[in-house]
């Protein structure tokens, strides 16, 4: 599996002969004009991921992705051919098993209404397994080896992030995501605090780095 993270919550998986593409939102340009890909994944509706000024270019240019998303995403952003999932449900692209899990985002404030949040699984045989959560820390699957860790977000703590990546079991490796509010201290700060915390191999990719796991 090769993993790069294309800015904020957006990341490329690579596995099983497959490129699954997950949250192309407005505060990255990381992906633009990415080709060939097999899936996009949407987890939630919020501009920062999934752009809908730039988001139809990219599935124009990618005529042969299937598209995913949670079911009220439409109502934000004009897909066509996007399909919605909801919790539980499991979708085939090409060699490997996407499973939805989730349901709701995390409560930003009392105030502002609750949309739904998918989380994606994402496994193939001979390979780890990934997990990108979107923006709700309260979906912990079973097995994950790979976590597309959120850093930080007006709907979390750090204390929230530390105990679900325990509730995970301690991933063997997290990348972090959803940083663009951070400033370069502060990602280090979070990322050395959660990986002492939890005994998670912290891996920053930012800058479209990729590694292979």
Same mark, same amino acid.
């Given at each position: 599996?090769?993993?790069?993270?294309?800015?904020?919550?957006?990341?490329?998986?690579?596995?099983?002969?497959?490129?699954?593409?997950?949250?192309?939102?407005?505060?990255?340009?990381?992906?633009?004009?990415?080709?060939?890909?097999?899936?996009?994944?949407?987890?939630?509706?919020?501009?920062?991921?999934?752009?809908?000024?730039?988001?139809?270019?990219?599935?124009?240019?990618? *005529?042969?992705?299937?598209?995913?998303? #949670?079911?009220?995403?439409?109502?934000?952003? /004009? %897909? @066509?051919?996007?399909? =919605?999932?909801?919790?539980?449900?499991?979708?085939?692209?090409?060699?490997?098993?996407?499973?939805?899990?989730?349901?709701?985002?995390?409560?930003?404030?009392?105030?502002?209404?609750?949309?739904?949040?998918?989380?994606?699984?994402?496994?193939?045989?001979?390979?780890?397994?990934?997990?990108? *959560?979107?923006?709700?820390?309260?979906? #912990?699957?079973?097995?994950?080896?790979?976590? /597309? %860790? @959120?850093?930080?977000? =007006?709907?979390?703590?750090?204390?929230?992030?530390?105990?679900?990546?325990?509730?995970?079991?301690?991933?063997?490796?997290?990348?972090?995501?959803?940083?663009?509010?951070?400033?370069?201290?502060?990602?280090?700060?979070?990322?050395?605090?959660?990986?002492?915390?939890?005994?998670?191999?912290?891996?920053?990719?930012?800058?479209?780095?990729?590694?292979?796991?």
């Amino acid at each position: 599996m090769k993993v790069t993270h294309l800015g904020h919550a957006c990341v490329l998986v690579e596995a099983a002969g497959a490129r699954i593409l997950i949250d192309p939102g407005a505060f990255s340009d990381l992906w633009h004009g990415v080709t060939g890909l097999d899936a996009v994944l949407i987890t939630h509706q919020h501009a920062d991921h999934v752009d809908p000024e730039h988001a139809p270019a990219l599935l124009e240019a990618n *005529p042969e992705a299937r598209v995913f998303t #949670a079911d009220d995403v439409h109502e934000a952003v /004009a %897909l @066509p051919g996007a399909v =919605p999932v909801t919790a539980g449900q499991q979708v085939a692209v090409g060699n490997v098993e996407v499973e939805a899990v989730g349901g709701d985002h995390a409560i930003i404030h009392q105030d502002i209404p609750r949309i739904h949040n998918i989380g994606y699984l994402l496994r193939a045989e001979e390979e780890p397994t990934f997990f990108h *959560p979107g923006d709700a820390l309260d979906s #912990a699957p079973a097995g994950v080896d790979v976590l /597309a %860790l @959120p850093l930080m977000g =007006p709907w979390a703590a750090m204390k929230e992030h530390v105990e679900f990546v325990r509730s995970l079991g301690a991933p063997q490796f997290s990348i972090p995501i959803h940083d663009e509010l951070l400033s370069d201290r502060g990602r280090g700060l979070l990322s050395r605090q959660i990986g002492n915390l939890t005994g998670t191999q912290v891996i920053s990719l930012r800058g479209a780095a990729s590694r292979e796991f």
